[in-house]
């Protein structure tokens, strides 16, 4: 997947677009375990906090084509699926904020700033939402997410 184009940042609009990225981000987090943090835990996509359900792909599409969806911001390189986050946005709260469930980056295409992009563009939508509070949660032994956070 390495290219020397630039990757082209989308908000997915379509059913397939969020089947897509629910493949993705399966595909992804599955080789990490270290990925696991509480939210996984809570939405049931980890049994135990160590291990990944074995239907993992089909509950993130339960979640990510559910009436309560997550926006999910999809980075493509020469078409491929090469980044992806999810983000909830808490407008009704007291004080409304939004909350970077996950962002992965495939292996092939880390190293080129995509997961650098891709919050760059999510606080963009933040400050067009009028959103001054972002929250985001990491594995406790997430290392890789924890130096780039």
Not at 19 to 36: C, E, G, K, L
Not at 38 to 54: C, F, K, T
Not at 63 to 70: H, I, R, S
């Amino acid at each position: 997947m390495a290219s020397d184009s630039a990757p082209i940042l989308a908000w997915a609009e379509s059913e397939a677009e969020r089947r897509a990225a629910a493949q993705f981000f399966a595909r992804v987090v599955r080789a990490d375990p270290a990925y696991i943090s509480h939210g996984e835990i809570q939405w049931a996509l980890s049994p135990d906090g160590v291990h990944w359900a074995p239907d993992l792909e089909a509950r993130l599409e339960r979640e990510f084509v559910g009436a309560d969806a997550p926006a999910l911001l999809i980075a493509r390189l020469e078409g491929m699926i090469a980044g992806a986050a999810s983000v909830s946005w808490i407008e009704d709260a007291p004080t409304p904020h939004g909350v970077l469930n996950d962002l992965a980056v495939a292996p092939e295409a880390r190293r080129h700033g995509i997961a650098r992009m891709l919050v760059a563009a999510v606080e963009q939508r933040a400050r067009e939402r009028e959103i001054g509070w972002m929250f985001l949660e990491s594995g406790l032994g997430n290392e890789g997410a924890h130096r780039f956070f």
